[in-house]
């Protein structure tokens, strides 16, 4: 966070979101109480929204540094994804492709968002949090990006299944379905949820709200294939890719 949007927050000038002021809280170490009485007051707008042209204004690896500090305050990472490969589990190439959508990105801009991303994976290898990851089928064949890359982003996804604390689900386009995809999200312990939309990110802290991500969540988790199942899944897509 910039020293210029911690001084109008202090000033009164912009109002802090929700994530703000647990990151500042947590920076400042204060008690478990004193964050508690904090953040009651900050949700008095429980239901954040932030256009993605805003947080592309700001600097998008900003944004990415921002939700690194959320992931290390994690003990249980989950996440669903019916449009792209989940951040964490993406090749750089792949996130070239990804941040190679946005409009009006620079070249530079596109090299430091995908810095930022990259320094977030290494979460992944530490032993203090599980991940459990969702992803529908149809993501592994959505071509955004050449064929080689996609079969190498494919690679990567059975090489990463394979970590202790790292579960990834894959949803077959042959199983019925419990719900519809109608988005991604990210479920951060029972704490907070983040969910991505065309034109905005939308966090949430309000407890009927993550209820209601967590149920979705496990739904789909029912009828996911995970281990050796989800690797031979993902190992005959990627050969589609291999002339």
Not at 110 to 133: C, D, M, N, W
Not at 159 to 176: D, E, T
Request: charged share 20%; glycine share 4%.
């Amino acid at each position: 966070m910039s020293s210029g949007k911690l001084s109008k927050i202090e000033n009164g000038r912009t109002l802090p979101t929700v994530t703000d002021v647990e990151l500042i809280l947590t920076a400042l170490g204060v008690s478990e109480d004193a964050k508690a009485a904090f953040l009651a007051q900050a949700r008095a707008a429980v239901t954040e929204v932030t256009a993605w042209r805003v947080l592309r204004r700001m600097g998008s690896w900003k944004h990415q540094q921002a939700i690194k500090a959320i992931e290390a305050q994690t003990t249980v990472l989950r996440i669903f994804q019916g449009q792209l490969i989940p951040g964490l589990l993406q090749t750089p190439e792949y996130m070239s492709a990804v941040f190679s959508l946005l409009p009006g990105q620079s070249v530079e801009s596109r090299a430091k968002t995908v810095a930022a991303r990259i320094e977030r994976q290494a979460i992944l290898y530490e032993p203090t949090g599980s991940f459990h990851f969702l992803i529908c089928e149809h993501v592994l064949r959505w071509l955004i990006c050449d064929q080689l890359v996609m079969a190498t982003q494919l690679d990567r996804l059975i090489s990463l299944s394979r970590l202790p604390n790292v579960a990834i689900g894959v949803l077959p386009l042959i199983r019925r379905m419990p719900d519809f995809p109608m988005t991604c999200f990210s479920l951060y312990d029972d704490r907070l949820v983040i969910v991505e939309t065309f034109h905005s990110e939308v966090t949430t802290r309000d407890p009927k709200d993550i209820g209601t991500y967590v149920r979705t969540f496990d739904q789909f988790a029912s009828v996911a294939v995970y281990g050796d199942e989800m690797r031979s899944l993902t190992e005959k897509i990627r050969d589609q890719f291999l002339p």
